[in-house]
């Protein structure tokens, strides 16, 4: 889909949709307990359906209800050999693989995109050193194994989502475990996410040190109505738009929150008063829009930016090779990433989405001030639909063709 975006001025209030992040876990926690739990609001994008498709494969049922989700929770230990389609969406793969690995019978978790591709290391060590079978195909990821409670070192600078999925498998099978985290650790706010998740449905897991993570066994997760925060990572587009001089305000986000994107406003500041260098480690879905608000503000050093290669698109690559339609150079190293500053001008070239949702809305940032047009703009599905209906009702010239 192409999107025409005119320059000018967005003004008014827009509800922060709900947070894709925690709507993931509270999904999960539901489905493993036991009765059944609504969780609300819900913006019905890729992502979170496919995390809803992996999790009615498992056995849970999920039905929608006036923007709402209606979970009835299941027992993955005993899941039949099933498929688990995962979309594009490198959370539901990594959230549930280790719940495919309770019952020791054969599971196919499929995908596309570029999700295929995506790492899958920590779990391809655990898997080989505990004899489990893990295999890629065209087909998709087949594993088989049964995984029991223990001790396992795991790395933490590939990403917490292996964390997150390893903790929820944990903490239902017999008997306490114990995660020793190589370090660094990197996105640490969205593991504590997860501990937060499993919180509210009844179950703790403690920290006993820095790098070690105490897991509860047998856990009996408690089923009720849960609220899911607003979405700081989807929030920031706005934020930038914010900062870059539209009188804009995005409600309904906690000041308290444990989003690692919360710092999106200090980062802002950072840049808009000069050069600023920014570290993405813990909040790496910042970096496109960081790139653009950059280019606009007179340029900035990104820090922690090597896993963006491994994302929807290879992130830095792409945001710098559409950032040169704009005028703007971007200079990428092992873990850093310039963004040179410069005057802006509108682009003469098609900008290209490259499947990614994050890019998208990025450059639909920098179009507001220079115009432009953008293919590929229906991957914001993946995880905002509303995105470009929030923009039109802030005033945005917007014309799909």
Request: with cysteine; proline share 5%; charged share 25%.
């Amino acid at each position: 889909m192409r999107m025409e975006i005119k320059p000018g001025t967005l003004r008014g209030e827009i509800p922060a949709p709900p947070s894709k992040s925690m709507a993931h876990r509270m999904l999960i926690c539901a489905a493993l307990a036991q009765g059944e739990s609504r969780i609300s609001p819900i913006e019905p994008s890729e992502d979170i359906l496919a995390t809803c498709d992996g999790l009615r494969a498992l056995g849970a049922d999920i039905r929608e209800e006036n923007g709402a989700l209606r979970v009835t929770g299941c027992r993955p230990a005993e899941a039949e050999s099933v498929v688990l389609p995962c979309r594009e969406s490198g959370s539901t793969l990594r959230f549930l693989l280790p719940l495919c690995l309770l019952s020791g019978r054969e599971m196919l978790l499929t995908g596309s995109g570029r999700l295929p591709e995506r790492p899958l290391d920590v779990y391809e060590t655990l898997c080989a050193e505990q004899g489990f079978r893990l295999e890629r195909s065209a087909e998709g990821i087949r594993v088989q194994g049964t995984l029991r409670a223990g001790e396992y070192t795991v790395r933490g600078d590939l990403s917490s989502q292996f964390l997150t999925g390893l903790a929820y498998a944990l903490s239902v099978t017999e008997g306490d475990s114990v995660l020793h985290i190589l370090p660094p650790l990197e996105s640490e706010p969205y593991l504590r996410m997860t501990l937060e998740a499993m919180k509210l449905s009844g179950v703790e897991a403690a920290w006993t040190d820095p790098l070690t993570l105490r897991i509860p066994g047998g856990a009996r997760y408690r089923a009720g109505e849960k609220t899911v925060e607003g979405d700081w990572s989807n929030a920031a587009f706005f934020e930038a738009l914010r900062e870059d001089g539209h009188p804009v305000r995005v409600t309904g986000l906690r000041e308290d929150s444990l989003q690692g994107d919360r710092i999106c406003r200090e980062y802002f500041r950072r840049i808009r008063e000069g050069g600023a260098e920014t570290d993405v480690t813990d909040c790496p879905d910042l970096a496109p829009v960081l790139m653009a608000f950059a280019a606009m503000r007179g340029g900035a050093r990104l820090t922690g930016t090597r896993r963006l290669r491994f994302k929807e698109s290879d992130r830095g690559a792409v945001m710098a090779e559409e950032l040169a339609k704009f005028g703007v150079s971007v200079a990428a190293g092992e873990n850093e990433i310039t963004v040179s500053g410069g005057s802006l001008r509108a682009p003469r070239e098609t900008l290209q989405g490259h499947n990614d949702h994050r890019i998208v809305m990025a450059l639909a940032v920098l179009c507001l001030r220079t115009g432009g047009v953008l293919e590929g703009a229906e991957a914001v599905r993946k995880s905002y639909p509303g995105f470009w209906d929030a923009l039109r009702s802030l005033g945005a010239e917007i014309t799909a063709g």
